[in-house]
């Protein structure tokens, strides 16, 4: 028996836009060395295509701002990075989904709105997933200690079963990514790669 429900499991995709992961991407140099050693990428692109004849619900959530970055009113961190090299800007080559993902067309939801770490900030992710009857989450994407944390978090809080591929996430370091991936994300969540994922979902 399947451990995972196809019709009951969501998985977001956060951060698969072109300045995180084209080669000329503006923030492409913050997860380059994760992204090439573990081939995060090509993991994602097989998970998906391992899961897309299932029931299960694929979900991007991009993060896009407007041109004068009105929405950070005082950024720090990482937002700051993003406001001060004019990544992820409406418009923009750079704010685009890659084209890895746009292959698989309706196929994904895209949910707008995301404009800072947490997916289910500003979005209707939440009542997406709810309408849909999805108890599981599986995250994939960037930046592990950002965004996926954040997300995940979010998720756990709302009442949902949480499980992170390792093999689909990137860190800024590989450092970060095994921190996160050992230490921090067993708290709260069940940790997988993809082809774990793919087993306990029957595909």
Do not use: W
Not at 127 to 134: A, F, M, S
């Amino acid at each position: 028996m399947s451990e995972l429900k196809p019709d009951s499991t969501a998985v977001i995709l956060i951060g698969y836009q072109n300045d995180y992961f084209a080669e000329d991407g503006i923030l492409h140099a913050v997860i380059e060395e994760v992204d090439r050693v573990n081939h995060v990428l090509d993991n994602t692109i097989a998970m998906l295509d391992g899961l897309k004849d299932s029931e299960t619900l694929l979900i991007a959530t991009p993060i896009i701002f407007t041109e004068d970055y009105s929405e950070l009113s005082d950024p720090q961190g990482i937002l700051k990075a993003v406001k001060d090299s004019k990544a992820f800007c409406a418009g923009t080559p750079g704010a685009e989904t890659i084209d890895q993902l746009k292959a698989f067309g309706e196929r994904i939801m895209e949910i707008p709105g995301k404009r800072g770490l947490n997916a289910f900030s500003n979005t209707d992710l939440a009542k997406l997933l709810q309408d849909k009857g999805v108890t599981h989450v599986v995250f994939a994407g960037a930046v592990t200690s950002v965004c996926i944390d954040s997300s995940a978090r979010a998720a756990f809080d709302r009442g949902f079963k949480v499980t992170i591929l390792s093999d689909c996430t990137t860190g800024r370091t590989i450092f970060e990514q095994e921190f996160y991936c050992n230490d921090i994300f067993p708290i709260y969540a069940d940790v997988k790669n993809k082809d774990e994922l793919l087993q306990a979902i029957g595909s």
